[in-house]
C-alpha cells in the first residue's frame, strides 16, 4: 500500500499542474466566456483514461497495479476536475446563462463519455 500512495501522490501533483498549465493556455486562447480550459482538461483526461484502461485493463477495486496508480490514480485525477466544472457550470446558471451551464454539462458528459470510449478503441478495446 505504501508505494502505491506514493505513486498517487506523486502523479497527482504532476497531473495537478498539467491541468493548470493546459486550463491556462487554453483560456488564454479562446477567452473566459466559456469554461473551455477545463472543458479541454476533462475530455482530453477522459481520452488518456480510456486509452490507459485499453492498454493496462480495468483493475479490480483495491487491486489497482503499479501503473495505474501513478497514472490513472494519480495524473489523471490530478489533471481533470469534476468540482472546477460543476463550480463553473453553477456561476454560469446564477449568470443566467442557462443554455451555456446546460452546454457544458452536455459537453462535459456528453464528449468525455464518447473521448474515454475513443482511448479504449484507440488502445485495441477494454482487456
Request: hydrophobic share 55%; no cysteine; glycine share 18%.
Amino acid at each position: 500500500m505504501g508505494i502505491s500512495l506514493l505513486l498517487v501522490a506523486a502523479g497527482g501533483s504532476l497531473g495537478g499542474m498539467a491541468r493548470l498549465a493546459m486550463g491556462n493556455a487554453v483560456s488564454r486562447r479562446l477567452g473566459t466566456t466559456f469554461p473551455w480550459g477545463t472543458l479541454v482538461v476533462n475530455l482530453s483526461g477522459a481520452l488518456l483514461i480510456g486509452l490507459l484502461a485499453g492498454l493496462l485493463g480495468l483493475p479490480q477495486p483495491g487491486e489497482e497495479s503499479r501503473p495505474w496508480s501513478l497514472a490513472a490514480l494519480g495524473l489523471l485525477g490530478g489533471y481533470t476536475t469534476v468540482s472546477s466544472f460543476s463550480l463553473q457550470t453553477l456561476a454560469l446558471w446564477q449568470q443566467g446563462r442557462v443554455r451555456a451551464a446546460l452546454g457544458n454539462v452536455v459537453a462535459t458528459l456528453g464528449a468525455g463519455l464518447a473521448a474515454v470510449a475513443a482511448g479504449a478503441w484507440l488502445a485495441g478495446g477494454l482487456a
